[in-house]
């Protein structure tokens, strides 16, 4: 009877070691993903990017003299922005083992990523359209970069959602050995406010507030990294927890 107490009361949830190799196994594919992301805006000729204060002509001629390598660069953005996507399935299933108390956040966690994966293909797809045929009017070759690149940088508004959840998740784990450290909690606070400004990007076309300015591309690229890298790290680590015994209900 004490024995039988003891094991309800102390439930061991150990996972397989196959589970530990998949959610690893997710992580990878968001380290290839970041890989691939910028191989694609170096391939390109992305990096820095082109200024939005281009003439029609001006854009119409870079497609025109570098279609080939454009599309090649879009094709690897494209692989690699797919892979984004079992990243927020690992990083959603790591913060349901915090509890019960965040599957809710884990749950939108889950969509905004998805989303913003999917977000992310768009100015893949008009960059593509861009470059398949050069000929065409500059004009529409034009609208069509615009159509991606001011998405691409500006539209921060699901990844900001996704680390909010995941920052309250983060630090709603009350045990004495959380998942992940508490300052990774308030860095998911921290990189959504400084993603924000980006979203003016569609105001102005110079300066720091365009898509190639410090303020809109250069600072997110970079809090994005470090918010990337962290929850990467944490992520992996959080996958050779084999017990889930501590989990509070």
Same mark, same amino acid.
């Given at each position: 009877?004490?024995?039988?107490?003891?094991?309800?009361?102390s439930p061991r949830r150990v996972r397989s070691s196959t589970d530990q190799r998949i959610q690893k196994a997710c992580v990878w594919c968001g380290v290839a993903y970041a890989v @691939?992301? /910028? =191989? $694609?805006?170096? &391939?390109?000729?992305?990096?820095?990017?082109?200024?939005?204060?281009?003439?029609?002509?001006?854009?119409?001629?870079?497609?025109?003299?570098?279609?080939?390598?454009?599309?090649?660069?879009?094709?690897?953005?494209?692989?690699?922005?797919?892979?984004?996507?079992?990243?927020?399935?690992?990083?959603?299933?790591?913060?349901?083992?915090?509890?019960?108390?965040?599957?809710?956040?884990?749950?939108?966690?889950?969509?905004?990523?998805?989303?913003?994966?999917?977000?992310?293909?768009?100015?893949?797809?008009?960059?593509?359209?861009?470059?398949?045929?050069?000929?065409?009017?500059?004009?529409?070759?034009?609208?069509?970069?615009?159509?991606?690149? @001011?998405? /691409? =940088? $500006?539209?921060? &508004?699901?990844?900001?959602?996704?680390?909010?959840?995941?920052?309250?998740?983060?630090?709603?784990?009350?045990?004495?050995?959380?998942?992940?450290?508490?300052?990774?909690?308030?860095?998911?606070?921290?990189?959504?406010?400084?993603?924000?400004?980006?979203?003016?990007?569609?105001?102005?076309?110079?300066?720091?507030?365009?898509?190639?300015?410090i303020i809109t591309f250069w600072i997110p690229v970079g809090i994005f990294g470090v918010w990337y890298v962290a929850m990467a790290v944490f992520m992996y680590k959080a996958a050779?927890?084999?017990?889930?015994?501590?989990?509070?209900?």
């Amino acid at each position: 009877m004490t024995v039988n107490t003891l094991v309800i009361a102390s439930p061991r949830r150990v996972r397989s070691s196959t589970d530990q190799r998949i959610q690893k196994a997710c992580v990878w594919c968001g380290v290839a993903y970041a890989v @691939l992301l /910028f =191989a $694609g805006l170096i &391939i390109a000729g992305w990096l820095p990017p082109p200024s939005p204060s281009r003439t029609a002509a001006q854009v119409g001629a870079d497609y025109s003299r570098h279609s080939g390598r454009i599309l090649v660069g879009v094709l690897l953005m494209s692989l690699g922005t797919g892979l984004f996507a079992p990243f927020v399935v690992g990083m959603s299933h790591q913060l349901r083992r915090i509890g019960e108390h965040v599957s809710a956040l884990a749950t939108v966690e889950l969509i905004c990523g998805s989303l913003a994966a999917l977000q992310g293909l768009m100015p893949c797809m008009f960059w593509a359209s861009a470059a398949y045929r050069p000929e065409r009017s500059p004009e529409i070759t034009q609208s069509l970069d615009d159509m991606a690149w @001011l998405p /691409f =940088a $500006g539209v921060v &508004i699901l990844l900001m959602i996704e680390q909010v959840a995941t920052g309250v998740a983060v630090l709603s784990d009350r045990r004495q050995k959380p998942l992940f450290p508490r300052w990774v909690g308030y860095l998911n606070f921290v990189t959504p406010l400084l993603l924000f400004p980006a979203s003016f990007d569609i105001f102005v076309k110079s300066g720091p507030l365009a898509w190639d300015g410090i303020i809109t591309f250069w600072i997110p690229v970079g809090i994005f990294g470090v918010w990337y890298v962290a929850m990467a790290v944490f992520m992996y680590k959080a996958a050779d927890r084999d017990d889930d015994s501590d989990l509070v209900e």
